[in-house]
């Protein structure tokens, strides 16, 4: 898969997470934007994510995805970090570990907000099973947090968001989020486990559902947020940073 390049946001420096204010966290200088305060190529948050987190396809333009959404509506604090995103279509924990440390770590980050789930889940055609289980998703989501732990990154968990009852069947005839949701599950037990803050956005968009709402006019295809639904996806991020 061709490696496409992460798109950079700037964003306020004072983002509480637990109740703690990520300026303080830094040491920075409010008064000093990212590039006085990190070397070239350096980054103060990454999020990290499959085709949903990236965000760009047909009918939505980087501008209305929920990074740069997120992004925009701090700005207004008029405090600065630099942003990447850094999401590829079609990833799988599996394949997020084995570019961690090149595409993330080594641009040194504070906080990685990571999302996965969707792809590990899926049920491809012509299969039975989704593309991991729910334990090697586990080992990896896990793993990525204890990597990220260990080079003194902070991360942030994110459940996949629902899909629409009107998106395509999978491989066994099913609508996508049977599958999916054991692995939400798991990513809650990991967030609560490694006492990390946890952005529920499947339980969101269940809610929605429940009160009426049709996830297609969300959804570019049923899986893929619109606009609309890149606007969801930040109103639920922001609140907790």
């Not at 964003?11 to 509480?16: I, S």
């Not at 501008?63 to 207004?76: D, I, R």
């Amino acid at each position: 898969m061709k490696r496409l390049q992460p798109s950079y946001l700037r964003l306020p420096a004072r983002l509480p997470i637990a109740g703690v204010c990520l300026v303080a966290l830094l040491g920075l200088d409010c008064s000093l934007t990212a590039a006085q305060e990190k070397k070239h190529g350096s980054v103060d948050l990454v999020f990290l994510g499959d085709s949903i987190t990236k965000g760009v396809r047909p009918g939505v333009v980087a501008e209305e995805t929920f990074p740069q959404l997120v992004a925009q509506q701090l700005e207004k604090q008029g405090l600065h970090l630099s942003v990447a995103n850094e999401g590829i279509g079609g990833e799988r924990t599996d394949q997020a570990l084995q570019r961690l440390a090149s595409d993330v770590i080594a641009r040194e980050p504070r906080y990685v907000i990571v999302m996965y789930g969707t792809n590990d889940s899926y049920i491809d055609v012509g299969r039975k099973k989704s593309r991991l289980t729910t334990e090697a998703y586990r080992q990896n989501l896990q793993t990525i947090v204890e990597r990220l732990q260990e080079a003194g990154i902070v991360p942030l968990l994110m459940t996949s968001p629902r899909w629409a009852a009107t998106a395509s069947k999978n491989g066994v005839g099913q609508n996508p989020n049977l599958a999916l949701e054991p692995y939400v599950e798991v990513c809650r037990a990991v967030a609560r486990d490694k006492q990390l803050t946890l952005i529920d956005h499947f339980a969101h968009w269940t809610e929605a559902v429940e009160g009426g709402q049709d996830l297609s006019e969300w959804t570019t295809d049923g899986c893929h947020p619109n606009p609309r639904g890149h606007r969801q996806l930040a109103q639920q991020i922001t609140p907790q940073l």
